[in-house]
């Protein structure tokens, strides 16, 4: 073998060992990216269905419910605008409570139920995750635009 052939080998190997190792990065990245969805893009079936992602917004006002001596929960998110049913089972935040800010990890079932995996509470008075802040204003403000055009059609 001539040393241009040992070269041109030795380069080959290389930029072939890099593409896998490259491949391998990638792969690992794409499984483990989580997405953040509001529960108006997940009624508009801009969410996936059986796969992993985040839903923020707020736990609705009486719509917690406990199963009777198990861990079982279930609880509605909205973002003023939709609502998205969420089912969960383990132990809540303590800081978890109707009427504040939740993020949970789970998958959206064919029914269109959350199935959490994990629920995150904010932890003081202040904090709301920025996507889950974002997506109350946005919520919010379309309903006040909807509203004020309603106003100005019964007019």
Do not use: W
């Not at 959490?116 to 006040?144: C, F, G, I, R, T």
Request: glycine share 8%; net charge positive.
């Amino acid at each position: 073998m001539t040393p241009r052939q040992r070269r041109t080998y030795l380069i080959l190997g290389g930029v072939i060992a890099i593409g896998i190792a490259t491949f391998f990065v990638l792969r690992a990245f794409n499984e483990n990216l989580v997405f953040f969805y509001t529960p108006s893009q997940i009624v508009a079936k801009e969410a996936p269905v059986n796969k992993n992602f985040r839903i923020g917004g707020m736990v609705l006002v009486d719509s917690v419910k406990r199963a009777p001596g198990g861990l079982q929960v279930s609880f509605v998110v909205t973002d003023t605008v939709q609502s998205v049913p969420v089912e969960y089972s383990g132990i809540l935040p303590d800081l978890f409570k109707e009427g504040k800010g939740v993020v949970a990890q789970g998958k959206l079932n064919e029914k269109g139920v959350f199935m959490a995996s994990q629920v995150l509470a904010k932890h003081d008075e202040n904090y709301m995750p920025p996507e889950a802040k974002s997506a109350l204003e946005s919520a919010k403000n379309s309903q006040e635009k909807l509203s004020k055009s309603t106003l100005m059609d019964g007019k």
